[in-house]
């Protein structure tokens, strides 16, 4: 049974985890913190891909008190030799006694193993608490882990008559500056952000992290970062002078055979890389296998969806739509506007598409619903 104070420091350990939501791509965010005597010896989070792991950081702050005292740890410690050492081993050599784990790491590679071989060597173990939060903060690691496919979240900003932009496109700016830092943030944790080529003949949108726009302590370093840009374009339309390919950072342009090869050429000119995939019954880019590439190829483990009707109602229709967050202005756009999602062919009531409501909150002057399809 967890002793009462357990919970409080697996707290603890998944806040230092959430220090690595910005940074850890496409590594899993994990806390870790050493406990002996009721009192805290050391605590570390993984920072980054290729550094240490939250354990190593963990141990080296408490040093020789390590011997006999018990670890809480946000996932499972690993067994694998990857770009550093198995935290499983490093834990048993320092003289852990005891390991508590908030969630099995569903890394094929270590999936257990990690559990077993602290066990193995006389280690306490207990899994599973706060089990819930551990899982929440790595879901898009543990999709790609388990489905081979991103967690993506589909961001929308829409007036309160449910309209994105007018029917010219035009769309900027619906909502107000606390709702578009709030899309900063969701950008910023994201592996990669994704749209479809039209809404980058509109907006001209960038779908970079600005700094300035983050409104964080370490805004700067985590920009330096910037989430892959995914825009699907099955006929290459992309605008050779298009804002988002002189930004830093790469710009993948997924597309189908068939093409005219001038424009790859022209658009690889400009620094974009074109990737093409299997063509869906309708003709354009399948979007199940630019999923599966992207987790696969670009270890992508959030996909942030910015995009307008036609795709977002694609990928909701092809069940690849894991969240919502819709920021509601409180504003009406008008009949000739364009609406949330195009669903075509959805004429009926049984045809609805219903969605469970997780969260509503008020952002600045706007509002944020985020939801779920409901599985059918
Ligand atoms: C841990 N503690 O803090 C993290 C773990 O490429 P590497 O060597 O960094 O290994 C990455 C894998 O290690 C990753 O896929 C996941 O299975 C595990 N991440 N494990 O014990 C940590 N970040
Ligand atoms: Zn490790």
Known sequence: MAKPTDAAWMARALRLARRGLYTTHPNPRVGCVLVKNRRLIGEGWHVRAGEPHAEIHALRMAGETARRATAYVTLEPCSHHGRTGPCAVALIEAGIQRVVVAVQDPNPEVAG???????????????????????????????????????VRLKMAMSLDGRTAMQSGESQWITGPHARENVQRLRASASAVMTGVDSIIFDNSRLTVRASQLGLDDAEAIAARQPLRVVVDTQLRLPQAAACLREPGRTLVATVPGHEPQRRTRLEAVGAEVVVLRAGDDGRVDLSALMRYLAEQELVNEVLLETGATLAGAMLDAGLVDEMQLFVAPTLLGGEARPLFALPGLTRMAQQRPLEILDIRAVGRDWRITARPERR
């Open 113 to 151: 193993r990690g559990i077993a071989m602290l066990r193995e060597a006389g280690v306490e173990v207990e899994v599973g608490l706060l089990e819930e939060e551990a899982r929440k903060l790595n879901v898009g690691f543990i999709s790609r882990m388990t489905r081979q496919r991103p967690f």
